[in-house]
């Protein structure tokens, strides 16, 4: 699957929010955002931007797809699954993205971005229900845990993670000495603090 390899902190300067793409870079003074607060591109400071409604639908779509790392393909593929699933279309497709194991093993703070979860997923250092499972797109469900593999557990990176993570969500529960975390229950919209508009998303998709 094709991924995308370019300076991540252009993309948050693309979509004028932070995406917190790069763990706690983005938190400090350091973060592109915070040093130049326009998008992209020759002269962009001074470039109008356009705000017409596909403009808005479309860049609403463009930044949820890049928060959790998916391309266009995989992205229209949720919306599908979503659409036919009973319940508000736009929840539900925040709940399934919220739902993936990449962004579980991020949420839980085994990892300080999304994309570095990824790579500790594919590299084989987390079990689902103790079985390996090294897919970040696997779709967790309520009673499910997430433990750290036996051979992974003294990984420098997991425990420094740990120690600056601050706010587990309430639908997730871990245990820091065991390793591991459960999914309580299936995450609600106001679990999702995100300054997110899906409703843009699922108008645009609807055309």
Not at 62 to 73: D, F, S
Not at 114 to 136: C, D, E, Y
Not at 191 to 202: A, F, G, K, T, W
Request: some cysteine; proline content about 4%.
């Amino acid at each position: 699957m094709a991924v995308y390899h370019g300076p991540r902190c252009r993309l948050c300067r693309r979509e004028g929010v932070k995406l917190m793409l790069r763990g706690d870079r983005c938190k400090s003074e350091k973060c592109a955002l915070e040093r130049r607060p326009y998008a992209p591109g020759m002269r962009m400071t001074k470039r109008r931007r356009v705000t017409s409604e596909y403009s808005l639908q479309l860049r609403e779509k463009q930044k949820i797809r890049r928060i959790y790392g998916i391309l266009e393909k995989q992205f229209h593929g949720y919306f599908e699954k979503a659409s036919k699933t009973e319940g508000v279309t736009g929840e539900v497709l925040l709940q399934m993205l919220e739902l993936r194991l990449d962004n579980v093993v991020y949420r839980l703070g085994f990892a300080p971005s999304r994309s570095a979860a990824r790579q500790l997923v594919l590299h084989n250092h987390f079990k689902v229900n103790g079985k390996n499972v090294n897919i970040p797109s696997y779709q967790l469900k309520q009673g499910d845990v997430i433990t750290v593999r036996e051979k992974s557990k003294n990984l420098e990176e997991i425990h420094n993670s740990l120690k600056a993570a601050k706010d587990i969500p309430e639908w997730l529960s871990i245990d820091k000495v065991q390793l591991s975390g459960t999914v309580v229950r299936l995450p609600m919209r106001a679990d999702i603090p995100m300054n997110l508009q899906e409703h843009l998303v699922i108008e645009l998709y609807s055309k």
